[in-house]
């Protein structure tokens, strides 16, 4: 890890919030799982609960629709078994997927684009 100079004050306070804030989670993960997954708290840690969890993606996938707009549908992988078991022993879920999402952004061009006389 290569070290980090901040120039402000400003940026110092914000790192260090940010530093807080996941220690802070570190904490709480590793005391869900030594309460609620008792028997893995001692085989693993937060950092390998992050780890598998790291191969849970959020991807954005453009359909164009007929009428030149498009459709964003945002999606996160579906969880693997093994997800759904530490999930299922924290007593914890994953949202519901985001609804849908239609771009308009055909409308601006027309507006903004010239027109010849």
Known sequence: MRPIFHRTEERIEAHIFVAFLAYCLQVTLKARLKARLKPLAGRITPREVLAKFKTMQMVDVYIPTTDGRESILSRYTQPEPEHRMLLQGMR???PE?????ITASHVRRLVTAPVAV
């Open 97 to 101: 997927q985001p609804p849908q999402k």
């Open 92 to 94: 914890m879920q994953l």
